[in-house]
């Protein structure tokens, strides 16, 4: 039997004895120590029940020995009676303050230290019962709270996570881990089987004991009995446990059938089915599972079981919404391709509901209006319109409504943050099931840069490029108004001033174009300033300017500022390094309701200005009725010069040129006459300029060379006693300025058949100061080709002697002018004089033009002139005039003076066309 252990302390021995005999018959062990730091020191060696201890000890006494033990955590609950002399009840206090459980007084009676011995031991026994129950208790406790725990993570993790795998995973290692078994595996039963006495059960998660080998792996495969498992649902549900190995065809090895080796499983359903086992293995104890550990098995196939159904469910749920997704995805892409559609198109897209509220707008519509997505939301569709296009917009959306057609306009919208874009919109309506209207679509197509290039071409079209100042059309519209103005309001008085520069060509020669237009402008803004408000100007030519002036009180008023504007051109004008003085001429018409077309205003106030220009320029002149009778007889004029080229009704006459100190015939000067069909002959002084200005002189120009030149051979061929015979023909400026000039004249003569030493051309003196360099390069090229080269009209021009040195001449021909009018010793006398005395020092012969007296002859013969024509001589006559007078009748080249004069003058009297003063002696 087993002994109780009692430590008496006491530093009296005899004490000890008397308590061992006291205490012998019982059955304990009785321990001795004398003092209380034996006391405390012998606590483990004698592992006391109940602890005998005095009162009153040298060193620690009793009571402070009490206190040390109860406060070891070991010994507190070792019951202690104190053994004491100690009556006082403060004393007594004091030890059951220590800690004391009960006293006993000395001298010791045996049976109340019996009794308390006893009853110390049996509230020691009874306390280490309580203690027990406690522990036991709290185990239980503790093993529940961990299975709450248990249940508590799968069951925050079934509320976090929707991955059944991970939801088993996590439950048979906290499974595992809790019941520390040999392993813990969770089976899925396959449906999906060849044999049909038998149904597969796969391991799909599964914990085992770390120490040990292990038991099962992923995957792994078992065979259960069908009848098993329907015997099994029959009897006890789907609900109740099961030793696993029950329900196999065939015990593995690993799962041997022993009641070592326990394996219990409960089912875990799905949808109120099967779906396979949460199992338990323990090997190491024959114990039954308790029914706790069996009811929180089925706790966690029911949590299983909602993991299960829930990981259905969303599995389900993401594949609906993965098909969601991807449904969506495909309605953003579709949408997204829309609206890059919608973006990419060149037009702005807008959809409106019923109301016109914008519903939708792209970012075309956005960067035509500048208004952004989130304002275009804000308004109204019809809010963004121009004002002063609302109405014609208003009228054109009730067409549409009304005759349902398709809406189409021009029309200008409110913009944001630049100027209001002109668009061209088109909308359509919307309709619902019910056919009724639920909104609108429609485009707007920024056309801005198409207006301002129409606007831009109607500006061009109306306005002169270089100026920017209105042009003849807008200048013909604007004197419609007045001309129709005029005929209703009798009071009205209009005039027009059509100014033109002078010798405007000069400045582009000389100083080019650029130069030139840049006069142009500033010229138009020099009229500019001269201007009334109601006043126009316009530029309806290359240096041609007209005026509008409107509500003039009298004709004063027109003149007044004619004579301003031409003062004002007295000052010169600063362009670059230049200052350039240039007149103009102006014509003025004053406007009358006689006037039906603004062509007429024009005609006559150009006929004022030409007479301006020919009166001397740099003045004006007021348009008069017989100026329109001089412009028509001089536009007929033209227009019959034009085609008498083609009716042939030129003639080409030849005046002789005599040797003066020989009497000899020496060649002829070619002249062109014109014989009309109905006017009969006409002067060259009337027709050569109208030919110049035209440009007609150069196609009449160079059928005068080719009839010469043949005429030339015709003679030298037929009369060779006279050779050598030479040809002067005249060069107009026109032709000096042909690039083709040489090569066109050197055509003719090898056409023809002439040699060219038998050739002299003949330009003015004018000519020359156009552009001498030049010129002179092309005489130059002439004589080359052996032409000879005369300066015709030498005197009357702007002779340069610095330049005459360096000309390739032949000949200087006097002009008619001052052979004219010679005196002995007057200034045309001298002026000859010089002229010769000129050419001598030059080396060139002289041709004296207009000789047509005795006198004339003889005092240009004393002044050693070589050679001369005139009518003293002979006029100029048909080809045939000449062989009648100078080849056949006898004039030979040996003829004494007073012969040849004898013949001369009977040629001239003898002549049906009289003289009608000086002949003109340009190339026609």
């Known amino acids: 039997m087993a002994y109780s252990s009692v430590l008496v302390v006491d530093d009296e021995p005899d004490n000890f004895d008397v308590i061992e005999s006291l205490l012998s018959d019982r059955p304990y062990q009785l321990h001795y120590v004398s003092n209380g730091i034996d006391a405390l020191e012998s606590l483990d060696l004698f592992q006391p029940d109940v602890i005998l201890l005095d009162v009153m000890m040298p060193g620690l006494d009793g009571i402070e020995v009490c206190a040390r033990i109860k406060a070891m955590p070991d010994w507190h609950t070792v019951p202690i009676v104190i053994v004491t002399a100690l009556t006082e009840k403060k004393d007594l206090a004091r030890c059951m303050a220590a800690g004391a459980d009960d006293f006993i007084t000395k001298p010791i009676n045996g049976i109340e230290l019996r009794a308390r011995v006893q009853s110390m031991l049996r509230i020691k026994q009874t306390y280490i019962d309580l203690e027990q129950q406690v522990q036991t208790r709290t185990a239980a406790l503790q093993a529940k709270a961990e299975r709450d725990r248990v249940l508590s993570i799968i069951a925050t993790q079934i509320c976090a996570s929707f991955d059944f795998n991970e939801i088993v995973e996590t439950t048979v290692q906290e499974v595992q881990q809790l019941f520390q078994c040999r392993a813990v595996a969770i089976w899925q039963l396959q449906s999906s089987i060849a044999d049909h006495n038998s149904q597969v059960a796969t391991v799909v998660a599964a914990a085992q004991d770390p120490t040990m080998a292990p038991l099962l792996k992923d995957r792994d495969q078992i065979h259960l009995s069908r009848v098993r498992l329907q015997a099994y649902q029959l009897e006890k549900g789907n609900d109740a446990t099961v030793h696993f190995q029950d329900l196999m065809t065939d015990c593995p090895e690993k799962f041997p059938r022993t009641a070592h080796c326990q394996q219990l499983a409960v089912p875990i359903l799905q949808n109120e089915k099967l779906w396979g086992f949460l199992s338990v293995i323990n090997c190491q104890s024959s114990e039954h599972w308790p029914t706790e550990e069996q009811e929180f098995l089925k706790q966690l196939s029911t949590q299983l079981a909602i993991a299960l159904q829930q990981a259905q469910a969303y599995h389900q749920l993401q594949t609906e919404l993965n098909e969601r997704r991807q449904t969506e995805v495909r309605l953003r892409e579709s949408e997204q391709r829309y609206i890059n559609l919608a973006n990419a198109v060149p037009v702005g897209i807008f959809r409106t509901d019923a109301n016109h509220q914008c519903l939708y707008v792209n970012q075309r519509w956005s960067q035509i209006t500048g208004y952004s997505t989130r304002a275009a939301m804000g308004m109204g569709w ?266 042939e009704e030129f003639r080409v006459y030849y005046q002789p040129v005599i040797n003066l100190a020989k009497g000899r015939l020496v060649g002829f000067e070619a002249l062109a006459r014109w014989h009309h069909a109905t006017r009969g002959w006409i002067s060259p002084a009337e027709f050569i300029p109208v030919a110049e200005e035209t440009g007609v002189i150069q196609q009449l120009s160079r059928w005068i060379l080719r009839q010469a030149c043949q005429q030339l051979l015709h003679w030298q061929r037929s009369f060779p006693e006279f050779a050598p015979l030479k040809m002067s023909v005249n060069l107009s400026a026109q032709e000096l300025r042909k690039p083709t000039m040489v090569s066109e004249i050197l055509q003719t003569l090898d056409e023809v058949g002439l040699e060219p030493h038998y050739l002299t051309l003949e330009i003015t003196e004018s000519m020359l100061i156009e552009d001498i360099n030049q010129t002179i390069e092309l005489l130059t090229e002439l004589k080359r080709h052996h032409i000879q080269i005369s300066i015709d009209d030498f005197g009357t021009g702007y002779s340069s002697l610095s330049y005459l040195h360096r000309l390739p001449a032949d000949y200087l021909k006097i002009d008619r002018s001052f052979v004219g009018q010679m005196e002995k010793g007057n200034r045309n006398f001298q002026v000859v004089s010089t002229i010769v005395a000129l050419s001598n020092q030059l080396g060139l012969d002289v041709v004296a033009e207009g000789v047509e007296t005795q006198q004339q002859l003889r005092w240009l013969e004393q002044l050693g002139c070589e050679f001369g024509q005139g009518y003293w001589f002979a006029k100029p006559l048909p080809p045939q005039e000449i062989e009648n007078q100078f080849f056949t009748k006898g004039l030979n080249p040996g003829l004494i003076e007073e012969e040849r004069r004898s013949v001369i003058n009977q040629s001239l009297v003898s002549h049906d066309q009289p003289r009608s003063g000086p002949c003109p002696s340009s190339s026609v």
């Open 382 to 647: 019809l809010d963004y319109i121009h004002p002063d296009d609302q109405v014609k917009f208003q009228d054109e959306w009730q067409r549409f409504v009304n005759e349902q057609r398709p809406f189409q306009l021009e029309y200008r919208l409110r913009s944001d943050c630049h100027e209001d874009p002109w668009v061209f919109g088109q909308v359509v309506a919307e309709y619902d099931a019910q056919d009724q209207v639920v909104g609108y679509v429609g485009t707007v197509t920024d056309i801005s840069a198409l207006k301002r290039a129409e606007a831009q071409i109607l500006h061009n079209a109306l306005h002169d490029l270089l100026t920017n100042l209105p042009n003849r059309s807008l200048l013909t519209e604007r004197l419609e108004l007045a001309i129709n103005r005029s005929k209703r309001v009798s009071s009205y008085r209009y005039a027009v001033l059509f100014l033109d520069l002078d010798q405007f060509k000069v400045i582009n020669d000389s100083l080019g174009h650029l130069i030139g237009d840049r006069l142009l402008v500033q010229m138009a803004q020099n009229l500019k300033s001269y201007l009334r408000f109601s006043d126009f100007l316009a530029r309806v030519g290359g240096d041609e300017f007209v005026i509008l002036l409107e509500d003039l009180e009298s004709l004063d008023a027109a003149v007044r500022m004619a004579e301003g504007i031409l003062s004002s051109f007295e000052k010169p004008i600063a362009i670059d390094d230049y200052e350039i003085v240039i007149t103009a001429s102006i014509g003025i018409v004053l406007g009358s309701a006689d006037y039906d077309h603004p062509s007429d205003l024009l005609r006559d106030a150009d006929i004022a200005m030409y007479r301006a220009k020919s009166s001397g320029r740099s003045t004006y002149k007021i348009f008069g009725a017989e100026m329109h009778h001089q412009a028509i007889n001089r536009l007929t004029l033209e227009t019959d010069l034009r085609k008498a080229l083609t009716q």
